[in-house]
């Protein structure tokens, strides 16, 4: 019953949030900003223009609501007893999204999680402040650098490769083909600041941050900082065909805990896969993802090629990260390969049919060499612009790993059911 009342709770926050969206928005977009319905599939770092709308102090308020029906197996060598798990439904997860424009050219973005399988009570993901124009300084101040120019301050997702504009989080899954996000899932919000730089289909980034997860002012001497950039190309060759490179960095020297590939606290898609009998959702909520250990030094690189011709799309990652925890004297390194090709048909090409291999070889903590690989076949169909389901199969398999794990010989499938509200 409690939770059943906190269902209806969320759903309840979420019409009433559209309805004032509504209301208030008067048919406007915002400037310089990334749609959260089906506009914003293949966008990747907010677009750049010189467009003004600013009147006033306008608030946008929008969300998001998932939910899944998940009928996966499992199994493993049988040296450690694995959970039983069946079909069923999956928490529903919901996002609430406040952007607020304060200023013409300066916004604010502000995410929470109402309910997500790691925090079924509400949270702050986090936000940023976005500026685009200097005018609040004086009229027209450094116009024309600032016609090319984006400042990002907050603490913020931030922006190292492009498969995080893919993945889902937590419950705006509308831009994610698949239901689950990659095995080594590339994801932070820091505290910091990045300054882009787009023009003429060239994109520049760079940026710093305190290297910290939670924040606090705890322990001084345990800090450190990250660094941030990118390069790339992204270009509307023609009518039916577009182009993308783009070539990432993230760098923490020494941080007290480096969380690049375990900061995602809403969990993974894919319910107690390879978890044991103990494991709850809360608890285990990464089941399924690979996080290589690297605690406290990593440097990272991620390459992301994207192509997209009429209906057909492909996407590509090539990853690899290298450093250490602080009990160890030796960098081990991890690397990531997928590739994602997608098309789309119908009018305004309202269905799709993908497919996604993944693959992680790493030298793990434990010593052992593993290598992870991923299959997924998916379908969907946008009901609307705002409504999305997809149906995936999935296929996940482990190696490398001793005798006395979980993962030794592990490997689940099965299919996903996942619908998608967002506005």
Do not use: C
């Not at 199969?393 to 005798?403: F, L």
């Amino acid at each position: 019953m409690k939770r059943a009342f906190k269902l209806v709770s969320i759903f309840l926050v979420l019409m009433i949030s559209y309805s004032l969206s509504s209301q208030n928005k008067s048919k406007r977009d915002l400037d310089n900003y990334r749609q959260p319905d089906k506009r914003g599939i293949n966008v990747f770092e907010a677009p750049k223009d010189t467009i003004t709308s600013f009147n006033d102090v306008y608030v946008r308020i929008g969300g998001q609501s998932t939910l899944q029906y998940q009928d996966l197996s499992h199994e493993n060598s049988g040296a450690v007893e694995l959970k039983e798990i069946g079909g069923n439904f999956n928490l529903a997860t919901a996002n609430l999204d406040i952007d607020v424009v304060l200023y013409d050219g300066v916004r604010m973005h502000l995410r929470t999680y109402l309910s997500s399988r790691h925090h079924p009570e509400p949270y702050v993901k986090g936000g940023y402040l976005q500026i685009d124009k200097l005018d609040f300084i004086s009229e027209g101040f450094m116009e024309d650098f600032m016609n090319y120019t984006t400042l990002k301050v907050g603490h913020m997702e931030n922006n190292y490769g492009d498969a995080h504009f893919r993945r889902s989080d937590n419950a705006q899954a509308i831009y994610n083909p698949f239901a689950g996000n990659l095995i080594m899932d590339a994801f932070t919000t820091e505290v910091g600041a990045e300054l882009y730089y787009q023009r003429n289909g060239f994109l520049g980034m760079v940026g710093f941050t305190n290297g910290k997860l939670n924040q606090d002012v705890a322990n001084p001497d345990t800090g450190g900082a990250s660094f941030l950039a990118k390069i790339g190309y992204d270009k509307q060759i023609n009518d039916d065909l577009r182009f993308r490179l783009t070539g990432s960095l993230y760098n923490t020297g020494a941080v007290r805990s480096s969380y690049l590939y375990s900061a995602d606290r809403a969990g993974s898609r894919y319910y107690f896969v390879l978890e044991d009998t103990d494991a709850t959702a809360k608890a285990n909520f990464r089941s399924g993802r690979y996080n290589p250990s690297l605690r406290n030094e990593i440097t990272a690189f991620m390459f992301n090629p994207f192509v997209k011709y009429k209906g057909l799309e492909f996407f590509g990652t090539y990853e690899s990260a290298t450093g250490k925890a602080n009990s160890e004297t030796d960098d081990r390194t991890a690397t990531q390969l997928a590739g994602e090709l997608i098309y789309r048909f119908g009018q305004n090409e309202k269905f799709y049919l993908g497919t996604r291999y993944n693959k992680v070889d790493s030298e793990d903590i434990s010593g052992d060499d593993i290598e992870i690989t991923r299959f997924n076949v998916a379908a969907g169909w946008f009901l609307t612009k705002n409504i999305m389901a997809k149906l995936e199969y999935v296929t996940q398999k482990h190696d490398g790993y001793s005798s006395g794990s979980i993962f030794d010989e592990g490997q689940f499938d099965g299919l996903m059911l996942e619908t998608v509200i967002s506005f």
